[in-house]
């Protein structure tokens, strides 16, 4: 997970992972919209990852993807009934028991969430949340790797981009210059 360097591939390489190596029916990976405080699905692996549609969020306190950003805790739902933040838009479709809801922390400030779901009742053990928290830390560093490196190709666009404005106006001023000597030595 900490390996890869864009964004989207290390989200979607830990949804992955948790899907396949441990088994999990369906995980996903929310973050903040910045602007509007919504959790926005950016990955998704297992037997709903087709169900959801690609822009799904969920408003702020919504659902417990929703309760995790507001309360900034893990939530654990071994049987969804019974959890009063607990949400479905697409029962018909989505036959969630059980939701494990995890938040990613990178220095003090909430930076997602990590969502199981099951259709069988009580899913999930104390290992799970272990488990699941700890590959959030994991995650978080992750995440902190992949936009550090973003800003680092951002500021060598950014300088690469100055030193083209800077070599182009030296060329034109040593144009500029050879114009004037010529002007000179015609005048002479």
Partial sequence: ITSALDLDEVLQNTVDLLHSSFGYYHV?????????????????AGAFA???PPDHRLRAGQGMVGWVFENKRTLLANDVNSEPSYVNFYPDRIPSRSELTVPIWIRGILAGALDLQ???LDAFVPDDVHIIETVATQLAV???NARLYAQ???????????????????DMLAAVGQAENFQVALAG
């Fill in 28 to 44: 996903a990976v929310y973050t903040p919209d910045e602007i509007s405080g919504d959790a926005i699905m950016r990955s998704r």
């Fill in 50 to 52: 087709s169900l959801f």
């Fill in 118 to 120: 099951s259709p069988l």
């Fill in 142 to 144: 992750a995440i902190a």
């Fill in 152 to 170: 680092a190709q951002e500021r060598l666009v950014e300088k690469q981009q100055v030193e083209d404005l800077l070599r182009m106006q030296r």
